[in-house]
């Protein structure tokens, strides 16, 4: 089995998911945070739709340099949030789906000017800093939802808003 | 490509994701282990509880074909202290990092299902078990939980990139 085919289904899943949480942030709700340190409820969710960016990227470059223009989304409204994360997820997906396992084991590395930061595999960049970092992201914004008495949607079993267990 | 054992591939990342999770219990505080930020939240001690309990999935996955919550079969952590909560997930994730380096790649290929009196909830292949009902899902509850030990102004250990307390690019 191809890695791909093992991580595609589970990729769908959580990206539908992600969506579900994403829909639902308030626009009028784009300046809100939990806490001074916290990111606004819009820089969270921009920062969400932006990361599926991270496979296509380490898929079909060896290295992505931070001092050369990289800059993070910021959604000015939802509609603008969706199509971001939609166009984004539809990209990575097709990046997925057209890797080969010798090409996920390649190293890849995140650098600034001259300095490498760090360098893993192709794969445990689409693993460790897209997928699990979306989910780590779309937890805490499941909290803020929460907060804002916004119904959380079921994730991984049922919320205190909807879902039900069997 | 030569034949890669699946369980060789998660494990590195396990405990790394493992290692981070123990931070953050690391630094639950004892005196807010009943603070919810809104009524339908889980308090901070549960959520860190259940934070506890996710590894032992990967246990239920290599061991039997199936968990039924009606039987008493999820086993919960009922920690009231850090000290306990931190024996809970250190036993839970040795556990489950022995119960994971045992799994043969035809083994993980196999059904595994999540029952509720015998009826089936859901069935996956046990490789799904393990991301997903495991890892994806306690890296779900651990973002939740650092939401938490900010809003009780605990610094907020560095997870994937640094917070606003710690670390750096």
């Not at chain 1, 998911?17 to 939990?34: G, H, L, S």
């Not at chain 1, 959380?152 to 808003?161: C, K, L, M, R």
């Not at chain 2, 083994?107 to 595994?112: A, E, N, R």
């Not at chain 2, 651990?142 to 560095?158: A, K």
Request: hydrophobic share 45%; glycine share 4%; net charge negative.
């Amino acid at each position: 089995m191809a890695i791909r085919d093992a991580l595609l289904p589970e990729f769908d899943h959580e990206m539908a998911t992600a969506r579900k949480v994403i829909e639902r942030v308030p626009e009028d709700k784009f300046a809100y945070k939990p806490h001074d340190k916290s990111m606004t409820m819009g820089a969270l969710a921009s920062h969400i739709a932006d990361m599926p960016s991270w496979a296509t990227v380490s898929i079909a470059q060896d290295s992505l340099d931070m001092a050369s223009g990289f800059k993070p989304f910021q959604a000015a409204s939802s509609a603008e949030l969706l199509a971001v994360f939609d166009q984004n997820v539809a990209a990575a997906r097709a990046a997925i789906a057209g890797v080969n396992d010798e090409t996920l084991m390649k190293n890849w590395s995140l650098k600034r000017g001259e300095q490498t930061l760090m360098t893993m595999p192709k794969i445990a960049v689409v693993r460790s800093f897209m997928l699990n970092h979306v989910i780590h992201h779309r937890g805490q914004l499941s909290v803020y939802l929460r907060l804002n008495n916004v119904p959380v949607p079921s994730i991984y079993g049922p919320s205190a808003d909807e879902g039900s267990m069997g | 490509m030569p034949y890669m054992k699946i369980s060789d591939a998660l494990l590195p990342e396990f405990d790394h994701e493992v290692s981070t999770t123990r931070k953050l219990l690391e630094r639950v505080p004892e005196d807010q282990w009943d603070w919810a930020p809104h009524e339908k939240s889980m308090k901070l001690g549960r959520l860190a509880c259940h934070v506890a309990e996710l590894p032992n999935f990967a246990t239920s996955s290599a061991q039997t074909d199936s968990m039924d919550f009606a039987k008493g079969e999820y086993k919960t952590v009922d920690a009231a202290n850090r000290q306990q909560l931190l024996a809970a997930f250190d036993k839970n994730s040795a556990d489950a990092r022995a119960a994971i380096a045992g799994l043969s790649n035809e083994d993980l290929m196999k059904p595994w299902s999540l029952l509720m009196d015998g009826k089936a909830l859901m069935t996956m292949p046990k490789a799904g078990v393990l991301r997903t009902i495991m890892m994806n899902h306690l890296i779900h509850h651990r973002g939740q939980l650092s939401v938490y030990l900010r809003l009780t102004n605990t610094p907020v250990p560095s997870i994937y990139g640094p917070s606003a307390d710690e670390g750096s690019m």
